[in-house]
């Protein structure tokens, strides 16, 4: 079955493609998410222990899961343009407040914390609306919009970690400057988003609560479930849990280090999608289950990187998990659109990427557990689970198909 909308008529438009400035919000709001990754080498060294690093690294996992939750019911009761408005604004607010680190840890949190909301508003509201753009243009290919939101969001949680990082490794206040260059940015964004047009012309009375029906069906509980945590999982462990192991290897290039692997997994990612959108079949979850194995590859290589601590195989892992990243993601979705029902496409890929967020938890949970056994007990450990999940993926690729 395939998602369908209620969409508004768009306007002609003679300059931007109507999705672009949707997708400029989308952009911002994946920088504002994800600048902060390649820092927790810095704020490790201003005295933060691994533990409360770790924990503000995920800490925007308790604004995104409830905001992926409930941000696509409430753009099917609103619209998409005025919440992903919103959600823009947020990130920026969150750039402010975590501008603010230096007086307190607090103040990190609650940015984090409103980062978490605003990536939540990108990849459930923002996704959907650049979907229903590129739908709406009758030259564009089924799943262009699908793959154009993938790519917009994967750019911006790439990018911004980037640049944050040459910043905060080279330039002055780097502490703040990072976070100014994304408030102009955000800025920019709410100019632009303004000018995409809204596609829902048909809205429901209220927001529900509740999962979406497709959320029950049994492909997605045995395909998408076992695979959605994964996809920032592997990037936790990239540039989360990568760069500390071995920062002791780098000395005074740890941060610019720490942006390294963040910006290779991340430009993996990106480089990887079109290869997982040729290997997708709607006949079973060959692209998904490729994901799934190139993911347990960079596990096994971060145990070895973690128990010789090197550098090198650090770098290494980081691609391949990067490249995990960006066929899961991609390969879930195509699922997603494939399952989901008329007019619960949005409130269905809040839900997916709950799911998949989760897995932003791990580098806290190894950090807790770090006391019991070493890294590379832990992450042997994981990529044990890895193989599980994708057994079960395995055994289930060809079952319960979508009815076209």
């Known amino acids: 079955?395939?998602?369908?909308?209620?969409?508004?008529?768009?306007?002609?438009?003679?300059?931007?493609?109507?999705?672009?400035?949707?997708?400029?919000?989308?952009?911002?709001?994946?920088?504002?998410?994800?600048?902060?990754?390649?820092?927790?080498?810095?704020?490790?060294?201003?005295?933060?222990?691994?533990?409360?690093?770790?924990?503000?690294?995920?800490?925007?996992?308790?604004?995104?899961?409830?905001?992926?939750?409930?941000?696509?019911?409430?753009?099917?009761?609103?619209?998409?343009?005025?919440?992903?408005?919103?959600?823009?604004?947020?990130?920026?607010?969150?750039?402010?407040?975590?501008?603010?680190?230096?007086?307190?840890?607090?103040?990190?949190?609650?940015?984090?914390?409103?980062?978490?909301?605003?990536?939540?508003?990108?990849?459930?509201?923002?996704?959907?609306?650049?979907?229903?753009?590129?739908?709406?243009?009758?030259?564009?290919?089924?799943?262009?919009?699908?793959?154009?939101?993938?790519?917009?969001l994967t750019l911006g949680l790439g990018i911004g970690p980037g640049v944050a990082g040459v910043l905060a490794q080279w330039g002055p206040w780097p502490m703040v400057l990072p976070y100014l260059v994304h408030i102009g940015l955000a800025l920019v964004s709410l100019a632009a988003v303004t000018r995409s047009p809204e596609t829902l012309a048909v809205r429901t009375a209220s927001v529900r609560a509740a999962l979406p029906a497709t959320a029950r069906h049994p492909r997605f509980r045995r395909v998408i479930?076992?695979?959605?945590?994964?996809?920032?999982?592997?990037?936790?462990?990239?540039?989360?849990?990568?760069?500390?192991?071995?920062?002791?290897?780098?000395?005074?290039?740890?941060?610019?280090?720490?942006?390294?692997?963040?910006?290779?997994?991340?430009g993996a990612g990106v480089g990887i999608q079109p290869i997982a959108k040729r290997v997708d079949r709607a006949t079973s979850a060959r692209a998904v289950?490729?994901?799934?194995?190139?993911?347990?590859?960079?596990?096994?290589?971060?145990?070895?990187a973690a128990a010789r601590e090197s550098p090198w195989i650090a770098l290494g892992a980081a691609v391949v998990l990067g490249a995990a990243y960006g066929i899961v993601v991609v390969s879930g979705l195509l699922e997603l659109q494939r399952l989901a029902r008329p007019g619960e496409i949005a409130e269905l890929t809040g839900v997916y990427y709950a799911l998949a967020y989760v897995g932003f938890l791990l580098p806290s949970l190894l950090a807790a557990l770090?006391?019991?056994?070493?890294?590379?007990?832990?992450?042997?450990?994981?990529?044990?689970?890895?193989?599980?999940?994708?057994?079960?993926?395995?055994?289930?690729?060809?079952r319960h198909l979508p009815q076209n």
């Open 1 to 152: 079955m395939t998602a369908t909308a209620d969409r508004a008529p768009l306007p002609e438009t003679t300059t931007l493609p109507a999705w672009f400035p949707a997708a400029a919000a989308v952009f911002a709001c994946g920088w504002g998410g994800n600048q902060f990754t390649p820092l927790l080498v810095m704020y490790h060294a201003a005295g933060y222990s691994a533990f409360t690093v770790d924990a503000l690294l995920g800490a925007y996992v308790v604004g995104l899961v409830p905001g992926l939750l409930l941000s696509g019911g409430l753009s099917n009761r609103y619209g998409r343009r005025p919440v992903m408005f919103a959600g823009t604004v947020l990130s920026l607010l969150a750039s402010m407040l975590l501008a603010l680190g230096p007086l307190g840890v607090a103040w990190i949190a609650a940015g984090r914390f409103l980062a978490g909301i605003a990536v939540a508003v990108a990849m459930a509201v923002g996704s959907t609306w650049i979907k229903e753009l590129a739908d709406a243009d009758p030259y564009s290919a089924a799943d262009t919009g699908t793959r154009r939101a993938a790519l917009c």
């Open 225 to 266: 479930l076992p695979a959605a945590p994964w996809i920032f999982g592997s990037c936790g462990v990239a540039y989360a849990i990568l760069p500390q192991l071995v920062e002791h290897q780098t000395g005074s290039w740890a941060l610019a280090y720490s942006t390294l692997l963040t910006v290779c997994a991340i």
């Open 289 to 304: 289950l490729t994901g799934m194995t190139v993911l347990c590859v960079g596990l096994v290589l971060s145990v070895f």
């Open 370 to 398: 770090n006391g019991v056994a070493g890294y590379p007990v832990l992450l042997a450990c994981v990529a044990a689970v890895a193989i599980a999940g994708t057994l079960v993926v395995t055994r289930h690729s060809r």
